[in-house]
């Protein structure tokens, strides 16, 4: 596939492997400035993978991977990171015996912008309540906004948000959904993973499916979402809710 | 026997010092990489070496110091850089090996350079003699080590909870991957780290070749009841590793006191009966660098 002029990431023809096992193959993707996209899949479909490759954590084995114009693939994690992409992983990934500022701090990494650690904490006031509570200490739902407020003091052109709802009360998974949609509204990129697909396709402008480590799908989020059916082909029964 | 309680008892917490400060160096470095550093004991020894020389060649105790602990961080982060660090991915059992192998040949090249004897290494007049605490007397240079190793540990404590370095570094621990994806260059964390534990080693080694003698085995001989301080302290603690120390030097030179021919095995009775009580060692659950 060729380079999409003008896209904030623009991944062509990615292939990675853990070890001898294929896990994406020939994935192309892309997320233009101010966008929201939806990466859906089952459990195992190469969509953390994806993540960790963009990441530079997994470096692929072959394809490329443009941030910004600039040629990405198998850059260090910290020189992607300084790039401006933020990253909220699966689990969320708190640093348990550090307070919630400790937390914060070290994201704060020299990329000037708008989001400075007393603006995030103005912005998710739960956080400013918690600073000096040990992260390992806060509930889900806490951790989750820490782990989105964390990536965001590094002031990304693009968040990579992995599985957001896992493991969370619905009215805690709303209240994510909401923080992400206001900052979609800030025009901060996402790329968003998601089991619960139809929650997923609320917040984003088109949508990727991945099947196997193969891109199955990749149009409207709106119009995938209207065709539920489709949804149910795409992810299976068990995984369309909301 | 009584009135060489006091003393011998703080001989015990200079000695235990020793341990804790070596114990630290090898908590640091084993907690961030998995590496376990035998080749520890071969960087305090060449501190002490670099200094003797440096003292020989007319320089003073105090500008050796500093400037050897020095000379071995650059000597560590190199060691670093070119041998430990290819082994990171690798299981630990690699880079053990590897260190291993590193403190034989550094034993020899000892051997080669400075004689296979122990040489005379005298602290500066200025720290000879004995200095009254009213109810005892004791050498000046084991209060002055007393001092250096409790500035050293203080110094360490504050770089690790007061400094955005320190935060780093408390952080890689518990997931290096994570603060590498926050745009943390990690490997400079690893680099600076290794100097760290080395720079600890390297200042213990100055200061024990006063007390303890130089020869080419000398610091190898430190380095197992460090690791016994590391294992009853608990992994990962350094407060644990501080306090560890402090406990083995006790109880070695309580028992060289009262029944001297079981000092040898003091600190391995020390360390079954922690480990029977607390299988993680004092403070090996309380997080790292707890």
């Known amino acids: ?242 | 026997m009584t009135h060489d309680l006091a003393p011998q008892l703080f001989n015990g917490l200079v000695l235990g010092a020793f341990y804790g400060i070596v114990a630290i160096g090898l908590s640091l470095i084993m907690n961030l990489t998995g590496t376990i550093n035998m080749a520890h004991g071969s960087f305090m020894t060449l501190a002490g070496y670099l200094a003797y020389t440096m003292v020989q060649r007319g320089m003073s105790f105090w500008v050796a110091l500093i400037v050897a602990p020095l000379i071995v961080v650059i000597v560590g982060v190199l060691v670093e850089r070119g041998l430990v660090r290819p082994l990171y991915k690798r299981e630990p059992f690699y880079s053990l090996l590897m260190t291993f192998g590193l403190s034989l040949m550094a034993e020899e090249a000892f051997r080669l350079i400075w004689g296979p004897n122990g040489v005379p290494f005298s602290p500066p007049p200025a720290l000879a003699g004995a200095a009254a605490l009213g109810f005892m007397s004791f050498p000046t240079f084991r209060i002055f080590i007393a001092g250096v190793l409790i500035v050293a540990i203080v110094a360490l404590a504050l770089f690790l909870t007061r400094t955005r370095f320190g935060l780093r570094l408390r952080a890689a621990v518990q997931d290096t991957e994570m603060i590498a994806a926050l745009g943390t260059n990690t490997q400079v964390l690893y680099a600076v780290n290794f100097g760290l534990g080395i720079l600890l080693a390297g200042i213990a080694g100055v200061l024990a070749a006063g007390m303890l003698g130089l020869s080419p085995t000398s610091g190898n001989a430190l380095l197992m009841p460090a690791f016994v301080t590391v294992i009853i302290g608990g992994m990962g603690s350094l407060f644990g590793s501080i306090v560890g120390g402090l406990l083995i030097g006790m109880a070695i030179s309580l028992t060289t006191l009262f029944i001297p021919a079981a000092s040898e095995v003091a600190m391995y009775i020390l360390m079954a009966i922690v480990l029977l009580v607390r299988p993680r060692g004092l403070f090996g659950e309380e997080g790292i660098f707890g």
Do not use: C
């Open chain 1, 1 to 242: 596939m060729s380079e999409r002029p003008g896209a904030l990431l623009d991944i062509s023809g990615l292939n990675t492997n853990y070890g001898k096992i294929s896990i994406l193959r020939d994935v192309s993707l892309s997320v233009n400035a101010g966008e929201v996209v939806a990466l859906l899949g089952l459990n195992g479909a190469g969509k953390t993978t994806t993540m960790r490759s963009i990441l530079g954590l997994t470096p692929p084995r072959s394809g490329s991977i443009r941030f910004e114009g600039a040629s990405i693939e198998g850059w260090p994690a910290y020189k992607v990171a300084r790039l401006g992409v933020g990253y909220v992983p699966e689990g969320r990934r708190m640093f348990k015996d550090l307070t919630t500022l400790e937390n914060l701090q070290l994201a704060e990494t020299g990329r000037s912008g708008d989001w400075t650690i007393a603006r995030v904490l103005e912005h998710l006031p739960k956080l400013a309540e918690l600073r000096g509570r040990k992260a390992g200490r806060l509930s889900g739902g806490e951790q989750e906004m820490l782990a989105i407020g964390r990536a965001l003091v590094s002031n990304p052109r693009l968040l990579l948000v992995d599985e957001p709802s896992q493991g969370l009360a619905p009215l805690v998974v709303e209240e994510v959904y909401r923080i992400l949609g206001e900052l979609k509204g800030r025009g901060v990129a996402i790329l968003l993973v998601e089991q619960n697909a139809l929650l997923a396709l609320k917040i984003a402008d088109r949508a990727y499916v991945l099947d196997s480590g193969k891109i199955v799908y990749a149009g409207s989020a709106a119009e995938l979402r209207a065709d539920r059916e489709r949804v149910r082909t795409l992810m299976g029964l068990s995984d369309v809710v909301a």
